[in-house]
């Protein structure tokens, strides 16, 4: 169960140190949904009583050292004027984009999260969760980092053209979304998160090359991790990297935790890794949780841990969101390997 000093762990682990206990995360909010059985996912992302009811839930039966309120993508952008859809378990994505032209970005002001859109209720949840548990769970926001920004603004094919027909806007929408941002994460700390999940997936290695990385996302990213150091709050970057030398990247951006995809060599990132930067993942939500049976799942949770965790810097994680078909049995056969496995 959720245990005082999960914290320390995290931070012993942010020091590149092992931690004591090692903390097991999930990316489990789809699954969680599902799981609980009392609502749909369009739902629960509208009502912070309801998002603070399933992931209280959920952590106290699985035994998640986090509680993980990514949600979707849409917070921030809704209030801007993006178009989104969800339905039914359908989770909301930007869908209806802004014009990519300087008479949009000067158009655009930054919303206070207090009171715009839905994340009056996130930040409700985030309140609730944190008076429920303390210190005992790391309670974790989320937000966009600016280079994903953009393509949720004006869409990725618009986002990724911008890098050669027009360079300033693209720098320009992502110094405001340094701006939006910030006050994104401000508020999130200041309801109770301790960490904010950093989603930067458009600046994938199949979408950039490592040079365009740094030329197009980094500087950005890297400004608004150094504000979520300056509020209090672990950064977790979330791109859902598989190659090292990208991962080596990331690691320039001061970043806490780096959160490795399901397709990397665990091996080869924990080498590379080692005595550079804090890690978790990468379980694979897809061919292992969701359709692997138990003692599969058991075997690939313990291997990673054996992998990774001695060396220290490193929190165990699935590499991306996991299903809600997940079977109950082998989430549990997961978390239950991870911390066994810590103990060897």
């Known amino acids: 169960m959720a245990y005082n000093g999960v914290i320390e762990d995290v931070k012993q682990a942010i020091r590149l140190q092992k931690p004591r206990r090692l903390p097991v995360f999930a990316c489990s909010e ?18 912070g009583d309801k998002m603070a009811e399933v992931w209280t839930a959920a952590v106290e039966e699985f035994d998640y050292d986090w509680a993980w309120l990514q949600v979707d ?22 869908r209806d984009y802004l014009p990519a032209t300087r008479a949009t970005l000067e158009t655009l002001k930054v919303p206070n999260p207090k009171k715009a859109g839905r994340m009056p209720e996130k930040l409700k949840a985030l309140r609730k969760l944190r008076d429920h548990f303390g210190d005992t769970v790391v309670v974790v926001g989320s937000c966009a980092a600016p280079y994903s920004s953009v393509g949720l603004l004006y869409g990725l094919d618009e986002a990724m053209v911008m890098a050669m027909t027009d360079p300033e806007l693209l720098s320009d929408t992502c110094d405001f979304f340094v701006q939006l941002q910030s006050r994104y994460v401000e508020a999130q700390i200041e309801a109770g998160a301790h960490a904010i999940w950093l989603g930067d997936c458009n600046a994938f290695s199949g979408m950039l090359s490592v040079e365009q990385y740094r030329q197009f996302a980094l500087p950005w990213c890297k400004a608004l991790v150094a504000h979520i150091h300056t509020c209090g709050g672990i950064a977790h970057l979330h791109n859902s990297e598989i190659h090292v030398p990208y991962l080596l990247a990331e690691c320039e951006l001061g970043v806490d935790i780096v959160n490795c995809g399901p397709a990397a060599d665990i091996a080869a990132v924990r080498q590379a890794l080692t005595g550079r930067n804090c890690f978790t993942g990468n379980l694979d939500p897809i061919e292992v949780l969701m359709r692997g049976t138990p003692k599969q799942v058991t075997q690939e949770a313990a291997r990673i841990v054996k992998t990774c965790y001695a060396a220290g810097g490193y929190i165990f ?3 991306e969101m996991n299903p809600r078909d997940v079977p109950v049995e082998n989430m549990k056969a997961m978390i239950t390997a991870a911390r066994a496995a810590s103990r060897k």
């Open 73 to 94: 993508d849409c917070f921030e952008f809704e209030p801007l004027g993006v178009g989104t859809f969800g339905e039914g378990n359908i989770l909301r994505a930007t």
């Open 317 to 319: 994680n699935t590499g």
């Open 30 to 47: 789809e699954f969680d949904v599902k799981w609980h059985g009392k609502y749909t996912y369009e739902d629960v992302c509208q009502s």
